[in-house]
């Protein structure tokens, strides 16, 4: 009965010893003191998102059109006309629910990039499906956004199978405490939801370095799929990387904050979106806790007289809890 | 830290309100904290409705209801009556108890209520002897044809009887209300006028009785039944076979009376009137089992108002109360299983409400097959619709549809099979259900079979465990007698509401945390 025990579950006490974070302390604790309800419209619609971060000048992935009726929605083919190549996703959409990725069109067919079709009719019905709310929170009436595909930097194709892996990164009043990689996998239809069965890697916060990598709460060593050894992965161009996800503290006002970037081949580091509620699920790629690392935030806070621009705030991060320390 | 007093100052007035209020019922009013503890008594509740037209240049009103009759011991018999401004009286008037109400100036609808609380009844009572024996009665006035049609049934039944008892049995077999003998069709043509079809048996029976010289009157008689609700009155009639008046039940007259049966008004008396300016009046029986203190004879009824919050309502609500009160429940289960144990379900408190329409079935497998059937089928219906590309609202609307025939259908075909489980499914809450093949169906799609199978398995368990829960007596009889406790549930679910530990299903999902050993 123990040993049975044992095998299936963990100890309380051994899981607060590493500061491992659960769905109840998460929102008892750090969610509903920290972010504040009148802010979550910044993150849950994706419009708005674009817009304040044009304002504050963080890269998005450039949009071609925001479909908002029905008629746009039949028309769609004039709309996009001339884009060989795009996204289509919910504006309040969630865990990459209702996205559509067009890699190239094929007389008036759009190709996924899994290789499957989707006719002119079938487009405009998954349109009408996320105007109708399908996809969004609750359930509400929703805009569809039509935005540039990310063309994935090279190193990130050869790991990832389908998919453009995406980066991210956890914040805590401004602070990144916690980083992963998410890589979709055949299992995960090509999707980066961990649950899905995405891999997962942990991200050193100082150097962009591969930690610790699992798929379906398995440790690996190695992509399933594309066989890329995975702790090898090191993120380029890992400093303005965090320096963007540091900079989206402002634009949301959210203490505990998900921030979810990739990285285009020419257009660099890429806000995709943020969460309100990030999930839990970092701290197994990390094989680490999160809450010690908001207590450290926490007491930094407490001892600033003024509050710290983002580069500063990001240098802090990366001082503080980069576990390989670069040269 | 001011936070923290309010926080605990909250709880400790919550628990001491709900714990306090709950003590003193216990120890002062000597309410039985334990079920069992104490005897049930049926408490009947006669409801009088009438309505005064205010065109009407008289304003008194005068209402009266035939009584029961109490029994012998004494004790065992409360009477109270509830009616807003109305004068209330008790009154005999040698033929039996009339309770009384008078009032002026009343104007369109009225209610009055009269309550009565006894011990079940032992056996039920059918003979009331009577040394004395009446007056041959007045025989009825008929047509002609209807003359010679209630002679030829008189007659058949006189060939075929012994006595008074087998001649009424004789003759009510003769005419049941669905009969299509032209004789007894003829007769019911006047009979059935402004009655229903058991009242007009019972008048045309006793008018039958006369002609053929045997004393008979009616009576009315009410079930206690808690599963009826509100109940019309039974038409009854008596019979005097030559020492005493014998009750029949006009729809089974072969059978002696049964015990849940129980005769309000017997002796030819009009069970109620109202005088002057109310019209349109009809009274409605709620019969319900209470608790009743034994040891001391105290009653809920006595206790203020304040301590029997529920018991003071008219017996009719008391039925939904005994049902929405175990919500609170049904929620803590949700809280627990949820917050502490993690498991996944669809939607909130969907389980809460499969929970309440599986207690308005009979058998918990049962109510779990026909679930799964209607998810099932509702879900495999909802797959051929996705091929139509409909729009979100539309598709949930025709789920709702569809999921509304698939009850009539259960329904039906189980009735025919004689199947009585498949009554109850019409309780089960139909838009949430169509929302559950929605969502179930969504997540089918896009996370696989798996991940559906398990919120709904997650769902189940939830609505089972709240089943289970609102289910045990011990819980009943608190949340009824006690409902000042649901104050300590609220409290159980604030103090849940600040818990910020592991979940159950946490310490599995993170046990790869364990350091290797």
């Given at each position: 009965?123990?040993?049975?025990?044992?095998?299936?579950?963990?100890?309380?006490?051994?899981?607060?010893?590493?500061?491992?974070?659960?769905?109840?302390?998460?929102?008892?604790?750090?969610?509903?003191?920290?972010?504040?309800?009148?802010?979550?419209?910044?993150?849950?619609?994706?419009?708005?998102?674009?817009?304040?971060?044009?304002?504050?000048?963080?890269?998005?992935?450039?949009?071609?059109?925001?479909?908002?009726?029905?008629?746009?929605?039949?028309?769609?083919?004039?709309?996009?006309?001339?884009?060989?190549?795009?996204?289509?996703?919910?504006?309040?959409?969630?865990?990459?629910?209702?996205?559509?990725?067009?890699?190239?069109?094929?007389?008036?067919?759009?190709?996924?990039?899994?290789?499957?079709?989707?006719?002119?009719?079938?487009?405009?019905?998954?349109?009408?499906?996320?105007?109708?709310?399908?996809?969004?929170?609750?359930?509400?009436?929703?805009?569809?956004?039509?935005?540039?595909?990310?063309?994935?930097?090279?190193?990130?194709?050869?790991?990832?199978?389908?998919?453009?892996?995406?980066?991210?990164?956890?914040?805590?009043?401004?602070?990144?405490?916690?980083?992963?990689?998410?890589?979709?996998?055949?299992?995960?239809?090509?999707?980066?939801?961990?649950?899905?069965?995405?891999?997962?890697?942990?991200?050193?916060?100082?150097?962009?370095?591969?930690?610790?990598?699992?798929?379906?709460?398995?440790?690996?060593?190695i992509h399933p799929d594309t066989k890329f050894p995975l702790h090898d992965v090191l993120i380029p161009g890992w400093e303005p990387l965090l320096d963007l996800a540091t900079r989206c503290y402002e634009i949301t006002g959210l203490g505990y904050l998900g921030v979810d970037m990739m990285v285009d081949r020419e257009r660099g580091p890429l806000l995709i979106e943020l969460n309100a509620r990030p999930g839990l699920a970092i701290q197994v790629a990390n094989h680490d806790g999160l809450e010690p690392r908001f207590q450290r935030v926490a007491a930094h806070l407490r001892a600033l007289a003024a509050p710290e621009p983002p580069p500063v705030r990001a240098a802090f991060s990366r001082a503080t809890f980069g576990r390989i320390h670069a040269g | 830290m001011k936070w923290r007093i309010q926080f605990y100052g909250l709880m400790v007035l919550l628990l001491v309100a709900g714990f306090g209020l709950a003590a003193y019922k216990v120890f002062a009013l000597r309410m039985p904290f334990w079920p069992g503890a104490a005897d049930l008594q049926w408490v009947v509740e006669a409801r009088v409705a009438f309505f005064v037209d205010p065109a009407r240049p008289e304003s008194q009103v005068i209402a009266s209801l035939a009584l029961p009759d109490p029994p012998a011991r004494e004790g065992d018999f409360r009477e109270s009556a509830a009616s807003l401004q109305y004068g209330f009286t008790i009154r005999d008037d040698g033929s039996g108890r009339r309770a009384v109400w008078t009032a002026s100036g009343r104007q369109g609808p009225q209610t009055l209520y009269y309550r009565v609380a006894f011990r079940e009844p032992e056996k039920s009572r059918e003979r009331f002897p009577q040394v004395q024996p009446p007056p041959p009665p007045r025989p009825p006035i008929f047509d002609e044809g209807e003359d010679i049609a209630a002679r030829e049934i008189v007659a058949e039944a006189r060939s075929r009887s012994a006595d008074v008892r087998s001649f009424a049995i004789e003759v009510l077999r003769r005419i049941p209300p669905d009969s299509r003998t032209p004789e007894v069709a003829l007769l019911y043509r006047v009979y059935r006028r402004d009655r229903s079809p058991d009242e007009a048996r019972a008048a045309l029976a006793e008018d039958l009785f006369r002609a053929a010289g045997i004393p008979a009157r009616r009576a009315q008689g009410v079930w206690l039944d808690e599963s009826r609700g509100a109940q019309e009155p039974v038409p009854l009639i008596e019979v005097y076979d030559g020492s005493a008046w014998q009750v029949i039940n006009p729809a089974e007259p072969e059978k002696p009376l049964p015990r849940q049966l129980f005769v309000w008004n017997r002796g030819g008396r009009s069970l109620i009137d109202v005088e002057r300016a109310g019209e349109n009046s009809r009274v409605t029986f709620t019969a319900v089992r209470e608790l009743v203190d034994s040891r001391d004879g105290g009653t809920l009824a006595g206790a203020p108002v304040w301590a029997a919050i529920l018991q003071s309502l008219p017996v009719s609500e008391r039925a939904v109360f005994r049902f929405i009160i175990m919500v609170p429940i049904g929620a803590l289960v949700v809280v627990l299983l949820r917050n502490l144990a993690g498991v996944p379900t669809l939607g909130t408190f969907m389980p809460v409400l499969i929970a309440l329409s599986f207690s308005q079935m009979d058998s918990l497998p049962a109510a779990l097959a026909l679930f799964a059937l209607v998810i099932s089928v509702g879900l495999y219906f909802r797959f051929l619709l996705s091929r139509l590309n409909l729009l979100v609202v539309p598709r949930v609307a025709a789920c709702v549809v569809i999921v509304t025939l698939l009850m009539v259908a259960t329904s039906v075909a189980s009735y025919h099979l004689g199947l009585d489980a498949g009554l109850g499914i019409t309780l089960f809450p139909m838009i949430i259900l169509a929302w559950t093949i929605e969502r179930m169906s969504l997540l089918w799609d896009e996370e696989g079979a798996a991940a559906a199978l398990g919120q709904v398995g997650g769902s189940l368990m939830v609505a089972v465990a709240a089943y289970l829960v609102m289910g045990l007596a011990v819980v009943r009889h608190w949340c009824y007698y006690f409902p000042e406790l649901l104050l300590v549930v609220l409290a159980a679910i604030i103090l849940l509401g600040r818990y910020t530990g592991y979940r159950l299903s946490e310490l599995h999902r993170f046990r790869h945390f364990r350091p290797p050993a």
């Open positions: 009965m123990k040993a049975w025990l044992r095998k299936w579950f963990i100890a309380p006490r051994q899981l607060r010893a590493l500061g491992v974070l659960g769905l109840n302390a998460r929102n008892g604790r750090y969610l509903l003191p920290n972010n504040p309800r009148r802010f979550y419209r910044r993150v849950d619609d994706k419009v708005l998102t674009k817009e304040l971060a044009a304002a504050a000048g963080i890269a998005t992935p450039p949009t071609y059109a925001v479909v908002e009726s029905p008629a746009q929605a039949r028309d769609f083919d004039r709309l996009v006309a001339g884009r060989e190549d795009f996204v289509v996703k919910p504006a309040r959409g969630s865990g990459g629910r209702g996205i559509v990725v067009v890699a190239e069109r094929d007389g008036g067919d759009y190709v996924k990039t899994s290789g499957a079709r989707l006719g002119p009719r079938e487009m405009s019905w998954h349109l009408t499906n996320i105007l109708g709310g399908l996809y969004s929170l609750g359930g509400s009436r929703d805009q569809a956004i039509v935005e540039y595909r990310v063309r994935p930097a090279p190193i990130f194709e050869r790991i990832s199978f389908l998919g453009v892996p995406d980066i991210r990164v956890v914040m805590f009043h401004g602070y990144p405490v916690m980083a992963m990689l998410r890589l979709a996998t055949r299992a995960s239809d090509g999707r980066a939801n961990l649950h899905q069965g995405a891999v997962g890697v942990g991200i050193d916060l100082a150097t962009g370095q591969a930690l610790h990598a699992v798929c379906r709460n398995n440790v690996v060593s | -």
